[in-house]
């Protein structure tokens, strides 16, 4: 008979270094980029700009797996490939369910953090750019705030259901996160 043995090292502890480790790979890179750019004033608000974006790419990871899982759960393949990927997809959630939360959340409040500090340094910028950075950042703060509020339970919240249950099916909705995805790219493209 097996027993438990508790691993190596802690698994939140291992995610949280791995999610630093992106971020400054993430933040060398684009000063590495920056340095052959030559008197560009916009620089820390840029850098900024690419690290909020990382950081939304890794705390959307979570999103797109737990998508997927939910897309496929009800579904029987015959192709034995996708069931494997299927089975293999619920096995890696379930596994690592705790330390995927942990870099959701903690890419997610890094992600809204420096996008604020990005738009607040590029308030000077081209109107329709700053009118569509502004947009992109109120949506995802109303992500952010959605998944708080459902995540730590406050006790207006427990008065008020409906509401809790909404605003989760809100963050959870693929088509706001789609819909923050292409505000940015539409605000990237303007920005250039």
């Known amino acids: 008979m097996m027993t438990y043995q508790k691993p190596f ?9 791995v999610t630093l480790l992106l971020f400054f790979g993430a933040l060398n890179t684009t000063l590495a980029l920056d340095d052959d750019r030559e008197g560009d004033e916009n620089d820390l608000a840029e850098t900024l700009g690419t690290i909020s974006g990382v950081s939304f790419i890794i705390a959307s990871i979570y999103i797109l797996l737990f998508q997927l899982q939910k897309l496929l759960r009800k579904r029987e393949f015959e192709n ?23 870099t959701h959340y903690s ?3 890094l992600g ?12 000077r ?11 992109t950042t109120v949506l995802y703060l109303f992500y952010f705030l959605s998944g708080i509020l459902t995540k730590i339970h406050f006790p207006f919240m427990k008065k008020h259901k409906k509401l809790g249950k909404n605003l989760y099916k809100s ?22």
């Open 9 to 17: 090292i802690n698994q939140p502890l291992l995610v949280g270094c």
């Open 80 to 102: 034995k490939v996708v069931n494997q990927i299927k089975t293999g997809i619920k096995f890696f959630l379930t596994k690592f369910r705790k330390p995927l939360l942990i």
């Open 107 to 109: 890419a997610g409040l």
């Open 112 to 123: 809204l953090g420096t996008i604020i500090i990005h738009g607040i340094l590029f308030l």
């Open 125 to 135: 910028q081209d109107f329709s750019t700053v009118i569509l950075g502004i947009v």
């Open 171 to 192: 963050h959870v909705n693929i088509i706001i996160f789609l819909g923050i995805i292409i505000l940015h790219l539409i605000h990237l493209a303007l920005a250039d």
